[in-house]
Nanobody, 127 residues
């Protein structure tokens, strides 16, 4: 059964760090563009980071550049989102998506690129 399962969300103080994981079943993530999107209460879903299948195909939202890092560990068929220096605006449900594209996007208008989605994991940043 095709499935993406996110984990790692937690309650963390501002300035702290978390690492989110997205484990794929029956999908070889090496052949998919992958992305992390998030949705905060009362706000629209927004792209955070993505990684394509081509070299150097990596993008970040301006709000997380320099703080977040997306990576893929092929041996575990897992995608990670390392989040450092978290602040209150990072509070959201984080979703992992995957799509059969060599390129990736963090633009919401093109999020149909991702044909598989996980159920999300909650990240809450406290002051």
């Amino acid at each position: 059964q095709l499935q993406l399962v996110e984990s790692g969300g937690d309650l963390v103080q501002s300035g702290g760090s978390l690492r989110l994981s997205c484990v794929a079943s029956d999908i070889n993530l090496d052949h998919y563009a992958i992305a992390w999107f998030r949705q905060a209460p009362g706000k629209e879903r927004e792209g955070v980071a993505c990684l394509g299948t081509k070299v150097d195909s990596m993008k970040y939202a301006d709000s997380v550049k320099g703080r977040f890092t997306i990576s893929r560990e092929s041996a575990k068929n897992t995608v990670y989102l390392q989040m450092n220096n978290l602040d209150l605006d990072d509070t959201a449900v984080y979703y992992c998506g995957a799509g059969p594209s060599p390129l990736c996007t963090v633009e919401r208008e093109v999020d149909f690129l991702y044909t598989y989605w996980g159920q999300g994991t909650q990240v809450t940043v406290s002051s």
